[in-house]
């Protein structure tokens, strides 16, 4: 009888009516395809964005969101009116007042719609090519949250230059 799996050959067994042992014999893994692996591996990890601190992701806010929500995030951008007059000013504000667990919903609910988009991207885009999930949270807590009607969220001037 010619075995199903070539690699796979029973062992004889000492007991009549019991199951055969299976004994399996893997491949030895080939050199050429461990290498495969491992520049496959160090591919994936090039598309995880790189992790970015609160002025790079102020300048992020100032370089892809502010046609829609604004200089300010008041949502008087050309485009403020797509947003059906969502103002994250207002809710930075109740955020400030209010804190508790209720608070740390909001940011997931944020950051989840900073990193997959609202509405299939048609109000707003997804950026989970550019920001990862840290760096949404931290654009929720560090920039968003924090922002103020009439001021102008920008990334501070670089060390050393004088402001205009």
Do not use: Y
Not at 124 to 150: F, I, N, T
Request: charged share 20%; proline share 12%.
């Amino acid at each position: 009888m010619l075995p199903i799996f070539p690699n796979l050959n029973p062992a004889p067994s000492h007991t009549s009516g019991s199951l055969p042992r299976i004994v399996c014999a893997w491949p030895r893994p080939r050199p050429v395809l461990l290498l495969a692996l491992a520049a496959t591996l160090a591919c994936a990890g090039a598309d995880t964005p790189k992790a970015k601190t609160v002025p790079e992701l102020r300048a992020f806010f100032q370089q892809n969101c502010t046609r829609c929500h604004g200089l300010d995030g008041s949502a008087h951008g050309p485009d403020g009116k797509r947003l059906g007059g969502m103002d994250f000013t207002v809710v930075a504000e109740e955020f400030r007042q209010a804190g508790g667990p209720g608070s740390e919903r909001e940011i997931r609910r944020m950051s989840r719609g900073i990193l997959n988009g609202i509405l299939f991207g048609v109000t707003m885009p997804s950026w989970k090519a550019q920001l990862s999930p840290e760096d949404a949270q931290l654009m929720v807590k560090e920039v968003l949250l924090k922002a103020e009607r009439g001021k102008v969220i920008e990334p501070p001037p670089p060390e050393g230059s004088s402001p205009k």
